[in-house]
């Protein structure tokens, strides 16, 4: 269809440009349902922009979003396949044994992920970070300038402290933050980070270029 299999940067990544980049787990259904919309209308002879058909699907996913936190935050089990539960434990006991720092910075609310982590790791799956950060949201969190503070997050109240966040305690959640902030509490800077992410743009894009850290794309 484009005559040749490299296509320029200009022609996908302009702001008047009629293609979008679907590149993470999260594209599949959406795929699915744009093949699969597109489909039917031409077998019944709808004619469609696909801006339009764009724009509706995307719509639909954002509103099956709560349902998709709803079924996390109360059944992980429909998500999450924790067959392999142990090995994942013994990876995160191996890092810990040889001085290895681990972290998780979500976009995720702390119920679904202590739902998800206490299903995968245990109750006890804090013991294996040094540090937890939810609603980060990301990728804004990556970028420079952002002045997005740290707060610490009550699990037991279900409430964003006030008080300055100083350093990372072990065993505390927090939210928010900048990566600016986080690399001068942590000192994790430069090389010394490897950091895994599901999204090349929001998650590892900037990371890579701007902050020098290390990247694994999952």
């Known amino acids: 269809m484009y005559k040749r299999r490299y296509l320029p940067s200009y022609y996908i990544g302009s702001s008047n440009s009629q293609m979008v980049q679907l590149a993470d787990a999260f594209s599949k259904p959406q795929m699915c349902i744009l093949s699969d919309v597109l489909d039917w209308f031409d077998s019944v002879g709808i004619d469609c922009q696909p801006e339009s058909l764009y724009a509706d699907v995307n719509t639909a996913l954002s509103r099956a979003h709560p349902r998709f936190h709803t ?71 990556f970028a420079r300038n952002n002045s997005a503070v740290f707060r610490e997050y009550s699990t037991k109240h279900d409430r964003l402290k006030w008080r300055r966040v100083q350093d990372f305690e072990p065993n505390k959640v927090y939210a928010g933050g900048n990566i600016e902030e986080f690399a001068r509490m942590t000192g994790w800077t430069g090389e010394k980070v490897l950091y895994l992410g599901d999204h090349v743009y929001a998650d590892l894009a900037d990371l890579s270029l701007n902050h020098g850290w290390r990247t694994g794309a999952i």
Request: hydrophobic letters at 40%; a positive charge; proline letters at 4%.
């Open 71 to 141: 079924v996390a935050a109360t059944d992980p089990s429909k998500l999450l396949d924790n067959s392999h539960g142990q090995e994942l434990v013994k990876l995160l006991t191996n890092f810990r044994n040889h001085n290895k720092q681990v972290f998780v910075i979500t976009n995720s609310p702390y119920k679904i992920v202590h739902k998800g982590m206490s299903y995968m790791l245990g109750n006890n799956w804090q013991d294996y970070f040094d540090a937890v950060i939810v609603d980060a949201k990301k990728p804004g969190f």
